[in-house]
């Protein structure tokens, strides 16, 4: 069965506490619930990035736009395809 990346927004207080101990039935609902809200990120997606951080003349300036964006900070990994994993 195929992986999915799902973005997720869930409670912080539930992401706190499950990281040091077990999901309780009580977190339950709220965590089906952002599963259910969740956003899968397309296959073969390339990395994210925080745009927002960007300098704000970054996108517009034309010499530097592309270097801002490359050395940006990475927030989601880019997704391999199947014809780059076997490289």
């Known amino acids: 069965m195929a992986d999915i990346e ?3 927004k869930i409670p912080e207080e539930i992401y706190n506490e499950r990281n040091s101990h ?5 977190d339950l ?3 089906e ?3 259910k809200k ?3 990120l397309p296959k073969g997606h390339g990395r994210l990035i925080d745009a ?3 300098p704000l003349n970054a996108i517009d300036d034309a010499n530097y736009g592309s270097n801002y964006i490359r050395i940006a ?3 989601i990994e880019a997704d391999k395809t ?3 994993e076997e490289l």
């Open 52 to 54: 927002d951080a960007l």
């Open 22 to 26: 077990p999901i309780f039935s009580s």
């Open 29 to 31: 609902p709220a965590i």
């Open 38 to 40: 969740g956003t899968p």
């Open 82 to 84: 199947e014809s780059e």
């Open 6 to 8: 799902l973005v997720i």
């Open 33 to 35: 619930k952002a599963l």
């Open 73 to 75: 900070p990475t927030i």
